[in-house]
């Protein structure tokens, strides 16, 4: 069984260009052109405007590429990849198996690169340009620890969402996906009404200021997990579809 | 013999359409059987059920003894390669062949070299970017070098030129030679296949309406052409598997004719020519007046 699982990992990093060369192709572009905007800024701001525009720059979600970049990974990886390991012999809860532990490996490897920039971003004081990419206000500002959980786990939120996505679409085609939007949909409408009557906007606000990064990725993870479980039973009784 | 395929009363149905039809045959070791029949009539659903791709809808398949449905023991024996198979995105050709040895363990990397240079195959390029033929090649290369005990090739040979096609069919007698095992082979091109088959199944509408040995079956079935009275008078009370008229001549495909059937035959002035694999395959599955599993 180890081994059964661990060649479907081993398949989803056969091709590195797609789960390490773009995405980290693409970071490199998008930091060099924050690194240009932040050198603009730098020499033709001082004093107190400087000051205010490197406060502004906390604000970012330049790195945000990367989570969705995910997202489609997981996409693929259960749409394509997973035809293909049934035509070489793979069962299904092996495939699981062995994509959930691709999928935590990469979460894991990411969040850990996406810390060291961001202490990196900390200790030359934004790359010596007062920049901020990796270092985004709110969400990663706190000890080591704190920030690969952070990370990590919304990584893990990301590619479980787009997994279990892909596996209702597997199983059920579009009609499957038709329906899980609409209930989605649903429920989202039903939250709101049920907030809005009970004037509670207010209270949900403060809760998530209360809960911070970490609170709210920790819910992010139970979304996880909750994508996980639901995805790999959905995928139980799906059948490849052909080119 | 052993059985390698067990089926029994197997059905599956899409919906209201019912693809397989309480299909019932066993595929024994070692040997090189042909899966025939028309655009859809179930091949491709039959092979996916077999390797555990489809479920059934009833009835039960046997692998080894075994079901394959999430059967790892069972399917690290069986290698399924179709013409319409997926891969990843982005993958170029050398992924696939980096990544199927970890999926079969008797794989022969020498051999999977060797026909990737008689294919000419380009494998640093994207599959999306390949010919279809370059994409068939790929599978068929998968499927010989895996050397799975049983190995499924679901028409492998879509847009393959006739040399690399007999490249293909040479390289699978050479290699089942030395590494005996059992092949299930569906085609549409039979004449080219018929040489190769030691076996035949025919599938029309999701039934069989052939399950006989290739040699019993190339003797099986004879044309008798004539006038329209002569032949009609002498296929009467015979197994008519298929008759045709053209003006006032007609022939007729008739199956169980002795040597004494054949002598009155030529007294009667009618012509007699044997069937192919091929026509044979045509006559049973256009109009399917005999069941043809006992008669050959």
Redesign the interface.
Known sequence: ?TT?VW?IV??HF??K??VLGIPWLVMTFIFLVNLTIWGVIYATTTGQSRTDAEQGLGYTGASFYIFVYMLIVAL??IN??F??A?????????FSFGTGIAFALLAVGYGAALTILSFIEQWTNGWGLGGHMFTAIYFSDGPWYARLFVFAGAMLFFFFIGSVAASVYVRWRSNGLLVLGATIAVIALGLVVLATLTSSWAAIGRSFLAAGSIGIVGWMLVAAVIAAIAGYFVLE?A????? | MTAVIEVEHLTKRFGRFTAIDDLSFSVQEHGIYGLLGRNGAGKTTLMQLLTGQQFATSGDIRLFGERPVENSSVLDRVCSIKESQRYPDEYQAHHVLTSAPWFFPRWDAALAGQLVADFRLPVKRRIKKLSRGQVSALGVIVGLASRAPLTFFDEPYLGLDAVARQIFYDRLLADYAEHPRTVLLSTHLIDEVSNLLEHVIVIDDGKIVIDAEADALRGSATTVSGRTAAVESFSAGRNVLHSENVGGLSSAVISGLGPDDRATAIGEGLDLSPVSLQQLVVATTTSRATEWKESA
């Open positions: 069984m059964h060649r081993k398949l056969v091709n260009w797609t693929q990886a394509n990849t035809p293909y049934l035509g070489l012999g793979v069962t299904r809860r092996e009784r059948t490849p579809r052909n080119a």
